[in-house]
């Protein structure tokens, strides 16, 4: 049996990187990954496609959205559609899951509580469940074991496997394990992972089916599954129109900008029209080093958003600024501890910090 297991498509993002322009083609482009995802499902000749939450980005959606939604389900009648609300788009009176008219082919579970749809004709049971609010503390999977009856088993889940105290349905591989499933087609988790096993039970993270920033690198899709009651195997579908992407340039040495362009421009060559790219300038530099975010852009001219992020620090002689009794030592040494962070977040402002600083000591001008 054939089928499609995706999560996370998020339709209608807000797309906050984006201007408002930007954000409504991109809302535009997930619509057209789901129709793209459909067309493939078609060709493999699917006969089950899992939507493992998160459908919707949020519980209003637009007409649009609404309108291929049906428009494209009701394409493939001969597919069975099955559907588990997620933390963003949970179950109520109010959601498009209650509102929108389904065609009949398409199942939705609608509590918290783990039901099951059975398809004899194609020797598979659905389990699932639904959000009904954006949380939700405990796992509907805990003591619970599917049906073994010869059926193929495949369980439908928004849920958490990183935290055992996330608020999203914390899941363990041990009630993975114990729920004797033949595949766990997992949603909530934006990054795929590899088809794993607890016991005899397979599960795997899909992940989301577009990008929608830099926490969310590469290109994104679907699988494509084929199962028996002995085999799972499983294929990445390539769907994402679009890719976010970080690339780091160690540009140690740099005494001005031409200095490190050649760098810059060889390791961003690979990256084109498709891609939204940060830029992490790395390495020690003259303190008289400056980036020109307008010089940049114009020798890494092919992906559509530029962004860098100057992560340089000063060429300073680090062990006499520790034992420095002016001003210059007392302020590297104050920063040194969150220079050293493992936090990348207040490492970043650390070093941000150190540069500017040290220019401002120097009287120099901070661009």
Known sequence: MKFIHCADLHLDSVFSLSSHTQAKARRAELRSDFSALIEYAKKEECELFIISGDLFDDTSITKDTSEMLIREISSFPGCRFVITPGNHDPYHSGSPYALLDFPENVHIFKNENIEYVEYPEINTRVYGYAFTSETM???????????????????????????????????????????????????????????????????????C??????????????????????????????????????????????????????????????????????????????????????????????????????????????????????ITGAFYRRLLPKIKSENEKERENAILALKYGLKAISGREID
């Open 209 to 326: 089916i577009e990008g929608r920033g830099f926490d969310e690198t590469g290109y994104k899709g679907a699988f494509l599954g084929e199962i028996t009651k002995e085999s799972l195997e499983l294929k990445t579908v390539k769907i994402s129109k679009k890719r976010f992407e970080i690339v780091k340039c160690d540009i140690t040495g740099a005494v001005s900008f031409k200095d490190a362009s050649k760098i810059i421009s060889e390791n961003c060559a690979p990256y084109g029209s498709d891609t939204a790219l940060r830029i992490v300038l790395e390495g020690m530099t003259s303190d008289e080093f400056s980036v020109d975010e307008n010089e940049v852009r114009q020798i890494v001219s092919k992906p559509y958003y530029v962004e860098i992020k100057d992560n340089t620090l000063p060429l300073l002689d680090a062990g006499y600024l520790e034992k420095d009794n002016t």
């Open 137 to 207: 503390i405990k796992s509907p999977l805990s003591g619970f074991c599917a049906k073994e009856d010869g059926m193929i088993n495949i369980l439908a889940a928004h849920a958490d496997l990183l935290s055992p105290i996330s608020p999203y349905c914390p899941m363990s591989e041990n009630e993975i394990k114990s729920s004797k499933m033949d595949y766990v087609a997992l949603g909530h988790v934006h990054k795929a992972s590899e088809l794993k096993y607890a016991g005899k039970t397979a599960y795997a993270y899909c992940g």
